[in-house]
């Protein structure tokens, strides 16, 4: 299940006989996934296979309710508020499912959101935030409230955000959806440029380039099992 | 990634005022709503506070008026014989050897500075109860046989009073006029009665002339007392000349328990002044023959209304600092319960727990101050107009005004810490589907 070199890469996420919220707790419901610095993932599932609720448990924004999560060899368990927090805000970026965005601020307001909590000067958030508010293409919506974007577009700022901050770990719920198709491409290959920018990426899609690219392909079941050994793995780039 | 601890992740305090001013104006409505709740609880802290004291004032400053305009000066111990000080005023309607006074007692007291007025009186002990008589036997006794005819008891007091007495007790007529000089000079059986008394003694106007027989005297109503500035109980009296009370009966005997006194009316602020000298000014030779007092029932009274007063104003007062806090604090709830998402997205981000809960104390802090100073505002005018409309002086106590707002900060943050600090321990991804955002 490891192709050749990737076994000598670090390991940045480690799953060890994880059950998530609302799984069952016993049998096929364990989960096991290990993902070493630089991967791209893709996860794959119908609707209710717990991809989402995946993406919140290595995002550190939920926990499991059994098994281990290693992150970066840190038992996550142990952590406290203040390590949680930290790792979140700078060096994990979660897009989710939904935009979760403040409504009545601009786009640029939510996109430099986390960089008021990494100490980073007002300048300097501005430009971040300016930078990835261009590379999803809504430069010029910056100022631009929430409420008066389309759906397409708050699901853009909310890419735009997890970009921001410039995390090492990213994490995708389903980046294309509601996107045009042309969209939907520029942001693939936006996020495979992160990727190769060396960022480790894991993505919840059913998009085939992104499942080209991706050095593991993980399929989840509708009730939230793991089939782990049903894993599909291509070859690592 | 290392694997070391990550840097921890900070929220700079201007960046925290920052973010509040900017969740404040983000939602112009819900801040609304927090100031006119807060403002509201604050009213009511700072309106029945300054009206409890308010009232307590005006209480206390009436007992205080009343208290410290009248003195009152005995002599335990009458003179008699020797002992006497009077001795020397055998004057027109003077009083004679057994007098417990000079007989310019008046006069040596006007002459204090403070006083406004000061009469001797004493109550008469008498063998029949005053009643009503036929106004054509003034002056004169009538026949003996005719005393066995009343009951013996039940009759208005009768009060021996100098004409500086009515001045001293502030006795004014609502029909007829007072006794004055002339009467007093030349003892004339004339009397006063005060409302109650005429009421119970069949009087109901001076048109018909008339007359009271005080133990077998005749004497004729010349006014009907309808005010008296000092003791209520003078309006259930009949107040006669203490010279022609002495004419008929004799000096007032101590023994029989009609002990003269003195009233002294005084100026507001001189009653200590008043006291110390009143003994002197009566007899520079013997002043420890006299006792000055200041009444001590309506001081009791007083003391003990205002006290009840008091524990009911701030009972309430307390029950409106409880209801404006439960107020306070619903409103905030209410404001911060929905922001459940927010503070979620906030911690998935990056925030800490007290990240969250500096933003909420700042942002409750300003909404509180605003909301604490405009009811503080709206409270004191609702004291002031309340005062002003039963002309009363309105009283607030400087720390109610400097602490409402305060107080009102600091139960909007508290509301808010506690309505924030669920939000902030249940797993980010959990709050934020309680209430979507976007």
Redesign the interface.
């Known amino acids: 299940m490891t192709g050749p070199g990737r076994i000598d890469r ?1 390991r ?1 996420i480690e799953l060890r006989g994880v059950v998530l919220r609302g799984a069952r707790p016993r049998g096929a419901g364990l989960l096991d996934l290990t993902v070493t ?1 630089g991967e791209l993932v893709t996860l794959t599932g119908p609707v209710g296979s717990g991809k989402s609720a995946l993406l ?1 448990v290595i ?1 550190l ?3 499991p309710t059994a098994g281990r999560y290693l992150l ?3 038992d996550t368990t142990k952590l406290g ?3 949680r ?7 994990i970026g ?1 897009q ?1 499912q ?8 601009s786009a640029l ?1 939510n996109t430099a ?2 960089l ?4 980073l000067p007002r300048r300097q958030r501005r430009a971040a935030a300016l930078a990835a508010l261009d590379r999803v293409g809504l430069a010029d919506e910056a100022q631009v409230v ?2 008066h974007l389309s759906a397409a577009e ?1 699901r853009l700022v909310a890419i735009a ?1 997890a970009l921001a ?1 410039g995390p ?2 990213l994490l995708f719920d389903d980046p294309t959806a509601s996107l045009h198709p042309a969209t939907a491409a520029r942001i693939i290959s936006l996020l495979l440029a992160v990727h190769r920018g060396g960022a480790t990426v894991l993505i919840a899609t059913d998009d085939q380039l992104a499942a080209a690219h991706s050095s593991q392909r993980v399929t989840l079941a509708r009730d939230a099992t793991w089939p782990a050994h049903d894993a599909e793995f291509s070859a690592p780039r | 990634m290392s694997r070391r601890a990550v840097k921890a992740t900070r929220l700079a305090p201007s960046d925290a005022l920052g973010e509040a001013v900017s969740s404040i104006i983000a939602r112009p409505g819900r801040a609304i709503l927090a100031c006119v709740g807060t403002s509201l609880g604050a009213t009511w802290f700072v309106a029945l506070l300054g009206l409890t004291s308010t009232a307590s004032a005006q209480v206390a400053a009436d007992f205080t008026t009343r208290l410290a305009t009248a003195l009152v000066v005995t002599r335990p111990q009458p003179g008699g014989g020797s002992r006497g000080v009077a001795t020397q005023g055998q004057q027109d309607g003077a009083p004679g050897p057994n007098y417990p006074y000079p007989a310019n007692v008046q006069q040596r007291l006007d002459a204090l500075p403070g006083v406004l007025a000061a009469g001797v009186f004493w109550q008469l002990t008498l063998g029949e109860p005053a009643r009503a008589a036929e106004p054509s036997l003034a002056g004169r006794r009538p026949a003996p046989g005719l005393a066995g005819d009343h009951p013996a008891a039940g009759g208005p007091p009768v009060i021996a009073a100098s004409p500086g007495f009515l001045a001293a007790a502030r006795v004014k007529v609502s029909a007829g006029r007072t006794f004055g000089t002339w009467d007093q000079a030349r003892a004339v059986p004339a009397c006063l009665v005060g409302e109650l008394a005429a009421k119970s003694l069949g009087i109901s106007g001076l048109r018909r002339r008339p007359a009271i027989l005080i133990n077998q005297v005749t004497c004729v109503v010349i006014g009907i007392i309808g005010h008296v500035g000092w003791r209520q109980s003078i309006l259930r009296s009949v107040l006669l000349p203490s010279s022609a009370a002495i004419a008929l009966w004799g000096p007032p005997d101590g023994l029989a328990g009609a002990r003269a006194a003195v009233l002294i009316r005084i100026r507001p602020g001189t009653a200590a002044v008043v006291a110390r000298e009143a003994p002197y000014a009566i007899s520079p030779a013997r002043p420890r023959q006299f006792l000055v007092s200041v009444p001590p029932a309506p001081l009791r009274l007083g003391e003990l209304v205002d006290a009840t007063l008091s524990a009911e104003f701030w009972l309430l007062a307390w029950l409106g600092l409880v209801i404006g806090g439960l107020a306070i604090a619903a409103v905030t709830m209410i404001g911060v319960l929905p922001r459940a998402a927010e503070f979620g997205l906030r911690r998935a981000v990056g925030a800490r727990r007290r990240h969250i809960a500096a933003q909420v104390v700042t942002e409750s802090a300003i909404l509180g101050l605003i909301g604490g100073l405009a009811g503080t505002s709206l409270g004191v005018a609702v004291v002031v107009i309340a005062a002003y409309w039963r002309n009363w002086a309105p009283v607030i106590e400087p720390k109610t005004v400097l602490y409402a707002p305060l107080v009102a900060a600091a139960a909007v943050v508290l509301a808010g810490l506690l309505a924030c600090v669920p939000c902030a321990w249940i797993a980010p991804a959990r709050t934020l589907n309680m209430f979507g955002i976007e």
């Open positions: 670090p940045v610095r919140h995002g924004v939920d926990r970066n060899g840190l508020d203040r390590d927090a930290a790792w979140r805000g700078r060096q979660l989710f939904r935009p979760q965005l403040l409504p009545q601020r307001d959101l986390p008021r909590y990494v100490g929430i409420a708050r955000r901050p090492s770990l």
